[in-house]
Nanobody, 121 residues
Framework: QVQLVESGGGLVQAGASLRLSCAAS????????MGWFRQAPGKEREFVAA????????YYADSVKGRFTISRDNAKNTMYLQMNSLKPEDTAVYYC??????????????WGQGTQVTVSS
């Protein structure tokens, strides 16, 4: 069982930066691949970024490549999403997710409750 708690969301202007955190419970954090997803109003949840358990494999959605950076600190049971050059279209609820397999789709086993990111123009 893994429990995930996101934090770090907020309201920022276009061009600003935010760093999201995802704190995980349990002593086996490093065995889980982790992902960030987002869901805007009226839209389906979409993949943002994913990272393998040891951080060796990282994937990004084309829409965030070059602006967002996913990372993890297994000693702290925490994953991060550094978001730079934010755009209004990045506005969404951001969710972190965990699974034994590295996935680029929404079928992760464990999910956090989400944190709101709002980017004003």
């Amino acid at each position: 069982q893994v429990q995930l708690v996101e934090s770090g969301g907020g309201l920022v202007q276009a061009g600003a930066s935010l760093r999201l955190s995802c704190a995980a419970s349990g002593r086996t954090f490093s065995t889980y691949s982790m992902g960030w997803f987002r869901q805007a109003p009226g839209k389906e949840r979409e993949f943002v970024a994913a990272i393998s358990g040891n951080g060796a494999r990282i994937y990004y959605a084309d829409s965030v490549k070059g602006r967002f950076t996913i990372s993890r600190d297994n000693a702290k049971n925490t994953m991060y999403l550094q978001m730079n050059s934010l755009k209004p279209e990045d506005t969404a609820v951001y969710y972190c997710a965990a699974d034994q397999l590295l996935r680029l789709a929404v079928n992760y086993h464990y999910w956090g409750q989400g944190t709101q990111v709002t980017v004003s123009s």
